[in-house]
């Protein structure tokens, strides 16, 4: 079973930048489906952010234009760059991963998930 774990999180304000990465042991990415959730108090988990087997990359619209995922197989890391952060940005953020997929899937594709790590932007 892969073992994915969070690095990058933090405390920004408004406007700021943080990069996340993911690394991933037990398991290569190459061909992997990957992405970025999260999840604020009280609110159900969604995807910010996935990249397929071809590198098709699709974001969730409040974050558009801000945040960039990108895999690095030679490092076996999934990366999260998010620029222009806002206070609504705040949550705990988790990658996830599965098997080979072209185009969207659901977040019960994902086999395995990190512990998350939070990310906080004040106003």
């Known amino acids: 079973q892969a073992q994915l774990v969070e690095l990058g999180g933090g405390s920004v304000q408004a406007g700021g930048s943080l990069r996340l990465s993911c690394v991933v042991r037990?398991?290569?990415?190459?061909?992997?489906?990957m992405g970025w959730f999260r999840q604020a108090p009280g609110k159900e988990r969604e995807v910010v952010a996935d990249?397929?087997?071809?590198?098709?990359?699709r974001y969730t619209d409040s974050v558009k234009g801000r945040f960039t995922i990108s895999k690095d197989n030679d490092e076996n890391s999934l990366d999260l760059q998010m620029n222009s952060l806002k206070p609504e940005d705040t949550a705990m953020y988790y990658c996830?991963?599965?098997?080979?997929?072209?185009?969207?899937?659901?977040?019960?594709?994902?086999?395995?998930w990190g512990q998350g790590t939070q990310v906080t932007v004040s106003a």
């Open positions: 996830a991963a599965g098997g080979a997929c072209a185009g969207p899937v659901t977040r019960t594709f994902y086999t395995d």
């Open positions: 037990k398991y290569f990415i190459s061909r992997a489906c």
């Open positions: 990249i397929d087997t071809g590198g098709e990359t």
